[in-house]
């Protein structure tokens, strides 16, 4: 089945043959649903920190900051923004010249409003001689929308979200990664003053990302008195997943094995591959201007300031376990922080041994740890929150997508569609041990959470592999606590008209 041709492209991918036979068989197997214990909701795995709890939390970030140790803003930025011009798309290929659906009648009544707008101008200017004031006018509405979108124009429809235009300012406007810049000046600057920034892009528009970022980065370095460590990385072609056809052979395009990308889980190896103790990891699109980052930046600091709280703890319990210097009561006390603050049960915990108890709670306490926001449910899209089994028959707090949970079970079903609150990713990771060696995030990812979709290549029908995703099964054995964060705190742009939502005006 694999040919002398194939073995010379896994070699170039750094793909091995035993994980070819591992995709192939999870073609043929499938993946199971995950069994559900819960929703998640506050009072069952969900903290809602009082006033006192939140200053806490705040004074304990403060601290942590004046340490010296490394935070990193990590921004998964390769999303490419056609999708928010869907919308526009269909309305240049459509029949009629006129707007006629209500998504294009908002766009053009609305389109001074747009912070790209000078720029939009300027390029119907030098593409049609006419303003974009005089082609609304003439009712060349379509030309507006190929300035905006071809080659020709801005390209706006082949770029990455991280490079448009987003925000209004008197003193420039700003893009997605700029947002980002500033926002790591207000809550992840070191004692040094340093602020690392990670940004994860697609190999074709990475001169683009570091273009930006060696025009804009000095200005927000003067002016938030800080200094900017500026970092990129791709997704690895040795995480990019084989196609198969409809029978479960690997698809071949002109005679050639056909790799798809796995996925936001393949970023599990970029994240891995971060010199960090502390790690915010939030989507490029998800900014707001200045003057409502305020909310953003104090539930940035409290759940960072849970994290390392919490850190603290396990790494004072570890120390003790390790020592052999400890007491019965002292072993019940990490049992019930483990249940109670790691949200982590264990049913069969009464049929165990001390020294059994200990093996288990060694296990338990040494892993990464992750504290993830949650807003309640608006009816957004997204993953949602749910205490969940594990293979070792524990419960633990996971963050699951629809396709993880079995709609046809009427009561897993209605856990899912009764869910008080969603996952906006909005995390912070702690990734050292008790003894400061960085952990192998690799080895915590749940194999069996991947899934299945259907894709076609050139009119064949294929089946895509897509790897556990990064906040869902490739985090699935890292400790995990979630906190209720206010709906504020997410502003996603889905579409192009999300941005004329007063967020982000």
Not at 20 to 44: D, N, T
Not at 263 to 285: Q, S, T, W, Y
Not at 472 to 489: H, I
Request: net charge negative.
């Amino acid at each position: 089945m694999i040919t002398l041709q194939d073995k010379e492209l896994l070699k170039e991918k750094g793909i091995s043959e035993e994980k070819i036979a591992e995709q192939l068989a999870a073609f043929e197997k499938g993946f199971p649903y995950l069994k559900l214990y819960a929703a998640a909701s506050v009072g069952q795995g969900i903290l809602q920190p009082d006033a006192d709890e939140q200053q806490k939390y705040l004074d304990s970030w403060d601290a942590y900051m004046e340490t010296g140790k490394k935070v990193v803003k990590f921004v998964p930025a390769s999303g490419a923004a056609s999708r928010m011009f869907k919308n526009l798309f269909e309305f240049v290929d459509a029949s009629y010249e006129e707007p006629q659906t209500d998504f294009e009648k908002t766009f053009f009544a609305n389109l001074d409003k747009f912070a790209f707008y000078q720029e939009l101008d300027a390029a119907c200017r030098k593409t049609t001689g006419k303003t974009a004031q005089e082609l609304q006018e003439a009712k060349r509405y379509k030309d507006i929308v190929r300035n905006l979108l071809l080659p020709e124009g801005m390209n706006y429809g082949a770029l990455p979200k991280g490079l448009l235009t987003f925000h209004k300012y008197e003193a420039g406007n700003r893009t997605p990664v700029e947002e980002h810049l500033v926002e790591g000046a207000l809550y992840a600057a070191g004692k040094d003053g340093d602020v690392n920034v990670h940004f994860t892009v697609s190999p074709e528009h990475r001169a683009l990302f570091q273009k930006l970022v060696d025009e804009r980065a000095a200005y927000y370095a003067e002016h938030y008195g800080v200094n900017y460590v500026v970092s990129f990385s791709e997704q690895k072609a040795s995480t990019d997943t084989l196609a198969v056809d409809m029978e479960n052979r690997p698809f071949r395009d002109g005679g050639h094995l056909l790799f798809r990308p796995g996925g936001h889980g393949a970023l599990i190896e970029n994240l891995n591959d971060l010199d960090a103790d502390v790690v915010f990891i939030k989507n490029i699109d998800n900014v707001v201007p200045d003057k409502l980052k305020g909310e953003t930046v104090l539930y940035k600091k409290i759940i960072a300031g849970l994290l390392v709280g919490l850190q603290q703890q396990v790494f004072s319990y570890l120390r003790l376990l390790d020592s052999g210097k400890y007491t019965h009561e002292q072993i019940l006390e990490i049992l019930q922080f483990v249940q109670q603050h790691l949200f982590c049960k264990n049913f069969d915990i009464k049929n165990y041994e001390d020294a059994e108890l200990v093996i288990y709670l060694k296990q338990k306490l040494n892993r990464p740890m992750r504290v993830c926001g949650m807003v309640k449910n608006v009816g957004e899209p997204g993953g949602g929150p749910f205490l969940a089994y594990n293979a070792d028959g524990t419960v633990s707090l996971q963050i699951l997508e629809s396709s993880q949970i079995d709609m046809n079970d009427a009561e897993k079903k209605a856990m899912f569609e009764k869910g008080t609150h969603f996952n906006p990713v909005d995390l912070v990771c702690a990734v050292r041990d008790y003894k400061g060696n960085k952990f192998d995030l690799t080895k915590y990812v749940d194999k069996a959470t991947g899934f299945i979709s259907h894709k076609s290549k050139n009119g064949k029908d294929l089946k895509a592999l897509e790897l556990p995703g990064l906040w869902n099964g490739a985090m699935s054995d890292w400790n995990t606590v979630f906190v209720e964060v206010p709906l504020s705190t997410f502003n996603p742009v889905k579409t192009v008209n999300d941005l004329l939502r007063s967020q982000h005006q």
